[in-house]
């Protein structure tokens, strides 16, 4: 299949490239690996909305405002294929994706990577324990489902999505028995107040969201360190500290959540170059202000670039969909300063306001860095923090690509994407550097699972038939 361009990544960034690109006269293809579009923020929104619209209440209204989008993104006319898996990005403009059992190639002349972001894992002892999920699994199951978790349960670690999914979960009827906060740093974040003043709305929802947790009587614990989920077979107990006390409180479930940070397995597989981001404490993307990356072809949009928040990402799709048309010479770049300028003013206020939330909620040494030696943090391979920090210091490894040969650490099914970040600061620690000294996983693709039988029904030219012709 033939295209101008190819989008990996039906969220907010890639559905408002899809639309500008193809305002402009582009063809468009979008792969999706989801069944339907909205990435994690509007998530089945388009079905809620038929089947079960009362539950878009508990969701709220910033869910509620995806409907304008995927209205605007359904009229467009591109080329939609969702339950896609894109497996590999090549230079060269093909993507690799799987759907419905067979594989694919997309020939595009750009490629918009928008994989939007994932959870920060918050490695703590006990959270492999079978009753212990991230927050995003408890929201994902609220919004494709309507389910909501049973029993005794409650929130831990740090950053709105935490207070969000609190919120949600009480509209819903089933309130957390407690909220545990483990970073959370005002005094760090007040310097970078005068940038989020320019969404004043966003101040305003966070202290809705808390006034809504206390009216309901959630046990609100702030400060908390020494986080334990305790149970031999599945997670039956917590332990903690707060305020200079120790609490033991008994669960059926844990929900973690520790912010999220750039889905990056599809980016960092190209070649194109990455730097840390010592704010947001990830590697992201070196990208200029229309979204191209070091490649001429590949380019970035969304949280894949840089956590931006759902209404950043739209406008940084939009300026990505706008540029490859103009990079295209579709429109000309007089029209695309014109076309994309209210675009890039949201985006400069949303990415002015995130230095405060990154600081305010940037999760604490002890957490990116687990102490306690038992702690898995490899949970593909079963690595411990202690097995690395021994292996670090023991064979001076040098950082994660090492870590891997030595002991199999970021090999399994998930290619590092739970362990890759927690790796990289307990090296960094244990050496006495920073992680940008550390360096990441050199990803390779394929970056989801396929099978042998996937690549040899691909039809494309081998080395053997290049050198004959
Ligand atoms: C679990 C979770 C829940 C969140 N919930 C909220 C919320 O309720 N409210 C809020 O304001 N923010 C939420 N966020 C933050 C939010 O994701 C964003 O700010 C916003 O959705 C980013 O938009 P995006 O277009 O960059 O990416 P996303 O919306 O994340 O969309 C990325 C899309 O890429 C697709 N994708 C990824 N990799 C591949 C691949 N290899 N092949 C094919 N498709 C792929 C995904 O299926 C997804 O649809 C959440 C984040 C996470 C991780």
Redesign the pocket.
């Known amino acids: 299949m033939q295209t101008d361009l190819a989008i990996?990544?039906?969220?907010?960034?890639?559905?408002s490239a899809a639309i500008q690109a193809a305002a402009c006269g582009l063809k468009v293809v979008l792969?999706?690996?989801?069944p339907v579009?909205?990435?994690?923020?509007?998530r089945n929104i388009e079905a809620l909305a038929a089947t079960r619209p009362a539950q878009l209440q508990w969701?709220g209204p910033?869910?509620i405002a995806g409907l304008t989008l995927l209205r605007r993104f359904r009229d467009c006319g591109i080329e939609y294929l969702p339950l896609?898996?894109?497996?590999q990005v090549g230079e060269d403009g093909r993507v690799y994706?799987r759907r419905e059992g067979a594989v694919g190639i997309v020939h595009a002349q750009k490629v918009l990577i928008?994989?939007?972001?994932?959870?920060r894992p918050l490695p703590v002892p006990g959270w492999t324990l079978p009753g212990v999920m991230?927050c995003?699994a408890a929201?994902?199951l609220l919004k494709a489902s309507g389910l909501a978790p049973e029993g005794r349960f409650v929130l831990a670690g740090c950053g709105p999505?935490l207070l969000?999914l609190a919120a949600q979960l009480i509209r819903a009827g089933r309130p957390p028995a407690a909220l545990l906060e483990t970073s959370y740093d005002l005094w760090g974040a007040l310097p970078h107040l005068p940038g989020m003043l320019g969404l004043p709305a966003y101040l305003l929802k966070g202290l809705t969201l808390l006034r809504e947790i206390r009216a309901a009587g959630v046990t609100f614990h702030r400060g908390v360190t020494s986080l334990k989920i305790k149970g031999p077979d599945r997670a039956r107990e917590i332990e903690f500290e707060s305020g200079g006390r120790s609490f033991k409180e008994a669960v059926d479930l844990v929900f973690l959540h520790q912010g999220?940070v750039p889905?990056g397995n599809?980016a960092l597989s190209t070649d194109i170059r990455h730097q840390w981001n010592d704010l947001q404490k990830c590697f992201c993307p070196e990208l200029d202000a229309w979204g191209r990356s070091s490649s001429d072809t590949v380019r970035v949009?969304?949280?894949?670039g840089s956590?931006?928040?759902?209404v950043g990402?739209?406008a940084m799709?939009e300026v990505a969909g706008l540029t490859a048309a103009a990079d295209l010479g579709r429109i000309q770049y007089a029209e695309l300063d014109h076309r994309s300028a209210a675009a890039r003013r949201v985006l400069a206020r949303h990415r002015a306001a995130r230095p405060f939330l990154d600081r305010l909620y940037r999760p604490q040494q002890q957490w990116l860095a687990p102490t306690d030696p038992d702690t898995v943090i490899c949970r593909c391979e079963e690595i411990r923090a202690g097995d690395v920090r021994r292996l670090v210091a023991a064979q001076n490894c040098p950082g994660p690509n090492q870590l891997k040969s030595f002991m199999r650490c970021g090999m399994g099914p998930c290619q590092g994407r739970l362990c890759g970040l927690t790796a990289v600061e307990l090296i960094a620690e244990t050496r006495g550097q920073t992680p940008a000294e550390i360096g990441y996983y050199r990803i390779r693709a394929p970056?989801?699972p396929i099978t042998l039988g996937d690549m040899a029904a691909l039809d494309v030219p081998s080395r053997h038939d290049a050198i004959n012709t």
């Open positions: 990996v990544g039906a969220g907010p960034a890639g559905l792969l999706d690996e989801q579009p909205g990435g994690q923020i509007y969701l910033d869910y896609a898996q894109v497996w994706y928008a994989t939007g972001a994932m959870e991230s995003g929201q994902t999505l969000l999220v889905n599809l949009a969304g949280d894949a956590i931006v928040g759902a990402a739209a799709g970056i989801k």
